[in-house]
């Protein structure tokens, strides 16, 4: 569970990816009539999002809102790189994460050494 003082964080970041990947689809013309007035709708309710809080974390730290930024998009590639019939076993490695990250971090050095 996310701590309710960075939930909004991860909000503003995920508006801000998204809303790039959707506008790319938009001009990529993926998005048809209903579903074009949908996205048109939905591209500037993240705009307002991003407006009202991104663009207050880049002013306050730029560095760190573009590494958030990069951070999270490249895990969004990351995980969408894997088949889904294959998740589970990713969810079963952050569990273990989770429970000791040290050993998974060795692990992962070691493999990809």
Do not use: C
């Not at 508006?15 to 500037?44: C, H, P, R, W």
């Not at 306050?60 to 999270?72: F, G, N, P, Q």
């Amino acid at each position: 569970m996310i701590p309710e003082e960075n939930r909004i964080n991860h909000i503003v970041i995920s508006s801000q990816v998204l809303s790039y990947y959707i506008a790319g689809m938009k001009s990529d013309n993926y998005f048809k009539k209903v579903l074009l007035k949908f996205t048109n709708n939905f591209i500037e309710q993240l705009k307002t999002v991003e407006w009202k809080y991104f663009d207050k974390m880049f002013k306050k730290e730029e560095e760190a809102a573009v590494i958030v930024y990069e951070t999270y998009d490249n895990f969004i590639k990351t995980i969408a790189s894997v088949p889904i019939w294959e998740m589970q076993n990713v969810t079963k490695i952050l569990e273990a994460y989770n429970k000791d990250p040290k050993s998974i971090e060795g692990i992962v050095k070691k493999t990809l050494r």
